[in-house]
């Protein structure tokens, strides 16, 4: 279950009112500030650098990643989850493996599915442990790609932001015959340079740190889950199965549901 963060939201919001205090304290006017062509060159050089770096199908996962920030995972999943598990075990014990086999089918979740199918055709632990961590390294790769993509980002639009001042200082020395006019072309140059580092500071960095540490939090349940699941294939008691996921030693205590930690 997802509930909406305010977080992300309100650090931006704090982030965009302080620069805009400076700007009103210096004097500047807002409207200086708004430079189409500058937007251009750092948005759109941005954009592209980061499809070129990642493609379409990696842009589109990165869309849907970035807006997972903009709520938080209350943990009922991985309770509900836990309480599936232990209820198989239990009906195992009556009806066979082939419930495995049944609610394998059912489950949207890769790991979950394959751990009970291993399960259902008696697999050994250790066959099912290396399978479950292959899935577990590739979500790994896949979540913190993500990451290093946004922090890739927030390369760009500095550099993009140089360009834009750059173009702008080569059409102010255009007007070389026309002095009055050269403080402020120069200075509305260097608008794309305030753009490429304002979007790297305050929006890529801060969202792929925070998209990390996301990913490394999901990971921790991950790997409990299929310490879970590997329990399960030994055929535990569900008791364990639930202390497997509990006491998992990359699983921190804060992070359980308060019906697990007891």
Known sequence: MKRFEPAVITGMLIGVTAIGAAVFFEGIKPGFLWQPTAALVVLGGTLGAVTVRC???????LATATLQLF???????????????????????????AVFEQYAGSSDDPLVATGLLLTAEYSDPVVVRTTL???????????????????????????????????????VLRSL??????????????????YGIALANLLFFPLGSRLREQHEMRMRRREALAEALVALSAHETPAN????????????????PLALRK
Do not use: C
């Open 177 to 194: 015959d026309n002095p009055g006019a050269l403080g402020v072309g120069i200075a509305t140059a260097f608008v794309a340079t305030i």
């Open 133 to 171: 961590d292959a899935i577990l390294d590739h979500e790994d790769q896949l979540g913190r790609r993500q990451a290093t993509v946004l922090d890739s980002a927030g390369g760009y639009a500095p550099t993009f932001g140089i360009l834009g001042a750059v173009l702008g200082l080569i059409h």
């Open 55 to 61: 493609g379409l199908g990696g842009l589109r996962s």
């Open 241 to 256: 199965i639930k202390q497997r996921f509990t006491n998992h030693p990359s699983f921190e205590a804060a992070d359980l």
């Open 71 to 97: 709520s938080r995972d209350t943990n009922d999943d991985e309770e509900s989850m836990i309480a599936r598990l232990t209820w198989l075990a239990r009906s195992a014990r009556r009806d066979g493996v």
